[in-house]
């Protein structure tokens, strides 16, 4: 059964951090692209940050490039997503996915190339 568990959402003032986690189980973790979603109430998902399976390329949406890192250790199939600087348009639910594709992490970051989704961990900021 694959599953995909995300950790470490809640509320920060603008300016701080947060390090959120993504835990997979049930497929060969090491076969699939992993991204960072999310979604603010009435928006569309959007894509936050990938890591792809094979080289490990990372990719970042324009909006949070030099703020979030993202970071993977296979060893526990567990992907990390540390936001800095964090401002009020970054709250919103933050999800977890897994795709297959080789096309699964690109400067795209597509949401309809995800194969497998976690149920997400809400962010919030406040001003």
């Known amino acids: 059964e694959v599953r995909i568990v995300e950790f470490g959402g809640g509320l920060v003032q603008a300016g701080g951090s947060l390090r959120l986690s993504c835990v997979a189980s049930g497929f060969t973790f090491d076969d699939y692209a992993i991204g960072w979603f999310r979604q603010a109430p009435g928006k569309e998902r959007e894509g936050v940050s990938c890591?792809?399976?094979?080289?490990?390329?990372?990719y970042y949406g324009d909006s949070v490039k030099g703020r979030f890192t993202i970071s993977s250790d296979n060893a526990k199939n567990t992907v990390y997503l540390q936001m800095n600087t964090l401002k009020p348009e970054d709250a919103g639910v933050y999800y977890c996915?897994?795709?297959?594709?080789?096309?699964?992490?690109?400067?795209?970051?597509?949401?309809?190339?995800?194969?497998?989704w976690g149920q997400g961990t809400e962010v919030g900021v406040s001003s």
């Open positions: 996915a897994a795709a297959r594709s080789f096309y699964g992490c690109s400067p795209r970051i597509a949401v309809y190339e995800y194969d497998y």
């Open positions: 890591i792809s399976s094979e080289e490990r390329r990372l």
